[in-house]
T-cell receptor
Framework: EADIYQTPRYLVIGTGKKITLECSQT?????MYWYQQDPGMELHLIHY???????EKGDLSSESTVSRIRTEHFPLTLESARPSHTSQYLC??????????FGQGTRLTVV | QQQVKQSPQSLIVQKGGISIINCAYE??????FPWYQQFPGKGPALLIA?????SEKKEGRFTISFNKSAKQFSLHIMDSQPGDSATYFC???????????FGTGTSLTVIP
């Protein structure tokens, strides 16, 4: 089983609040990813990182930001949450030549 | 633009039957093709994966068939069981290793 953890698992928050979704992995993987997934829908890449101090935006435009100060940690921040941000957020990591391992996800509801 | 096209969107199979899910891609730079299984409320978990230099890979009841010239690959689940009911995603990775592109998912229901 992959050692990648996301917290919180569920979050309900009011509009306008700042939130940070946490993601940590203990596998020493250089590459990390954030995906957004609506119920029963495909995964959309919103951010990825090659390594420390390296971040890139994915294919799906997102108002969120990420940081990669440590190899094991890749938090995602929304400065001002809106109902349109309601979704499931999945974090993943991988080695250069292997598959991605996913966390359990954070289901975010903005009311 | 959808990099990986997956079909069908949903699939219902009788217990003991064969489930087949198909995916197609255009980018010949893809070099790794994993399949993921996702149960409700969970993150996707790697099921089986293949590289383009191999035409078939089998692990237990799960087989990937890969057709490089047609740029298609498929997942076959033999002797399908109710516990296999989940959403399945195919994926492809670019040869820079920086991104995984996912299909739109197939919701599989195996009827007892």
């Amino acid at each position: 089983e992959a050692d990648i953890y996301q917290t919180p698992r569920y979050l309900v928050i009011g509009t306008g609040k700042k939130i940070t979704l946490e993601c940590s992995q203990t596998m020493g993987h250089d590459k990390m990813y954030w995906y957004q997934q609506d119920p029963g829908m495909e995964l959309h890449l919103i951010h990825y990182s090659y390594g420390v101090n390296s971040t890139e935006k994915g294919d799906l435009s997102s108002e969120s930001t990420v940081s990669r100060i440590r190899t094991e940690h890749f938090p995602l921040t929304l400065e001002s949450a809106r109902p349109s941000h309601t979704s499931q957020y999945l974090c993943a990591s991988s080695e250069a030549t292997a598959e991605a391992f996913f966390g359990q996800g954070t289901r975010l509801t903005v009311v | 633009q959808q990099q990986v096209k997956q079909s069908p969107q949903s699939l219902i199979v009788q217990k003991g039957g064969i489930s087949i899910i198909n995916c197609a891609y255009e980018n010949t730079a893809f070099d790794y093709f994993p399949w993921y299984q996702q149960f409700p409320g969970k993150g996707p978990a790697l099921l089986i994966a293949i590289r383009p230099d191999v035409s078939e890979k089998k692990e237990g009841r799960f087989t990937i068939s890969f057709n490089k010239s047609a740029k298609q690959f498929s997942l076959h689940i033999m002797d399908s069981q109710p516990g296999d009911s989940a959403t399945y995603f195919c994926a492809a990775r670019g040869n820079t290793g920086n991104q995984f592109y996912f299909g739109t998912g197939t919701s599989l229901t195996v009827i007892p």
